[in-house]
C-alpha cells in the first residue's frame, strides 16, 4: 500500500500572478517531502509552460492518496491493512489481500420511489447472477455481499488475494468494479472499503481543510 507519513506542498510560479503547486511525500521526514514536492511542481510548471495540459489522475492512479494514516495494521512486520481519513473525513479500511469490490447503481434513477426499488431489485438479480457464475467457476470462493447507500460490497473470505494481481482485476471486473476502483487497487495495492457514511448523507459538512492539516 502506498501511504506516506510525512507530505508538504511546494509553489512555483509560472507567471507574474500564477503559481502551480507540488505536493510531496515521504516516510523519512519532511526536508525529503519537501524536495519531491519541489520536483513535481517544477516538473508541472514546465509541462503548462509548454502548452501541454496536466491531467489529474490522483485517484487510484499515477500517485498515492493524500490521507492522514489512523491506524495500521501488521502482520509478520508487514502492514496488511491501514484505516485512513479520506477527503471528505470519512474512515477508509485499506487492505493489501483480504479482496472488496466496490460495486455502484446505475447514476440514472426515477423520480419514483417504486421505479427506484425495482431497478435497484432488477440490478441486485443480475449482481447475484454475476457473483454466482464467478463462484462456480472459482470453484472454492466464499464470500459475503453487502448493501450500501449507493450500490453494494462484494467481500470474500475464503482466501487472501493480492490488490496488485491480475486475479483481483478479473474478479474486480466480473463484479461490475468500475475502471477507476479497478486501477486504484492495481497501482496502490490496496482495496478500499468506506467504515464511516458520506458527511453530506448525515446532513453534516465537509472537514475545512485536507490533509495535512
Same mark, same amino acid.
Given at each position: 500500500?502506498?501511504?506516506? *507519513?510525512?507530505? @508538504?506542498? =511546494?509553489?512555483?510560479?509560472? +507567471?507574474? !500572478? #500564477?503559481? %502551480?503547486?507540488?505536493?510531496?511525500?515521504? $516516510?523519512?521526514?519532511?526536508?525529503?517531502?519537501?524536495?519531491?514536492?519541489?520536483? *513535481?511542481?517544477? @516538473?508541472? =510548471?514546465?509541462?503548462?509552460? +509548454?502548452? !501541454? #495540459?496536466? %491531467?489529474?489522475?490522483?485517484?487510484?492512479? $499515477?500517485?498515492?492518496?493524500?490521507?492522514?494514516?489512523?491506524?495500521?495494521?501488521?502482520?509478520?512486520?508487514?502492514?496488511?491493512?491501514?484505516?485512513?481519513?479520506?477527503?471528505?473525513?470519512?474512515?477508509?479500511?485499506?487492505?493489501?489481500?483480504?479482496?472488496?469490490?466496490?460495486?455502484?447503481?446505475?447514476?440514472?434513477?426515477?423520480?419514483?420511489?417504486?421505479?427506484?426499488?425495482?431497478?435497484?431489485?432488477?440490478?441486485?438479480?443480475?449482481?447475484?447472477?454475476?457473483?454466482?457464475?464467478?463462484?462456480?467457476?472459482?470453484?472454492?470462493?466464499?464470500?459475503?455481499?453487502?448493501?450500501?447507500?449507493?450500490?453494494?460490497?462484494?467481500?470474500?473470505?475464503?482466501?487472501?488475494?493480492?490488490?496488485?494481481?491480475?486475479?483481483?482485476?478479473?474478479?474486480?471486473?466480473?463484479?461490475?468494479?468500475?475502471?477507476?476502483?479497478?486501477?486504484?487497487?492495481?497501482?496502490?495495492?490496496?482495496?478500499?472499503?468506506?467504515?464511516?457514511?458520506?458527511?453530506?448523507?448525515?446532513?453534516?459538512?465537509?472537514?475545512?481543510?485536507?490533509?495535512?492539516?
Amino acid at each position: 500500500m502506498h501511504f506516506y *507519513r510525512y507530505w @508538504t506542498r =511546494a509553489d512555483v510560479p509560472i +507567471s507574474d !500572478r #500564477r503559481t %502551480v503547486t507540488g505536493w510531496g511525500f515521504s $516516510d523519512t521526514g519532511l526536508d525529503d517531502a519537501r524536495r519531491v514536492a519541489q520536483e *513535481r511542481a517544477r @516538473t508541472l =510548471a514546465e509541462m503548462i509552460k +509548454s502548452g !501541454r #495540459r496536466p %491531467v489529474d489522475r490522483y485517484y487510484g492512479t $499515477d500517485r498515492p492518496l493524500r490521507e492522514e494514516v489512523l491506524e495500521e495494521i501488521t502482520s509478520d512486520g508487514e502492514i496488511e491493512a491501514a484505516v485512513t481519513r479520506n477527503s471528505y473525513g470519512a474512515r477508509v479500511l485499506n487492505t493489501r489481500r483480504v479482496f472488496f469490490a466496490d460495486v455502484d447503481l446505475p447514476r440514472r434513477r426515477s423520480l419514483f420511489r417504486r421505479k427506484r426499488e425495482k431497478a435497484r431489485e432488477v440490478f441486485e438479480a443480475d449482481l447475484v447472477r454475476r457473483i454466482q457464475r464467478t463462484v462456480e467457476m472459482e470453484g472454492d470462493l466464499r464470500l459475503r455481499l453487502y448493501r450500501t447507500a449507493g450500490g453494494y460490497r462484494v467481500m470474500i473470505t475464503s482466501h487472501l488475494i493480492e490488490a496488485s494481481g491480475a486475479h483481483a482485476s478479473t474478479l474486480l471486473q466480473h463484479f461490475g468494479s468500475d475502471q477507476l476502483y479497478v486501477a486504484l487497487c492495481r497501482t496502490q495495492d490496496s482495496y478500499r472499503a468506506r467504515l464511516s457514511p458520506k458527511p453530506w448523507r448525515m446532513k453534516f459538512s465537509r472537514p475545512p481543510a485536507r490533509f495535512p492539516y
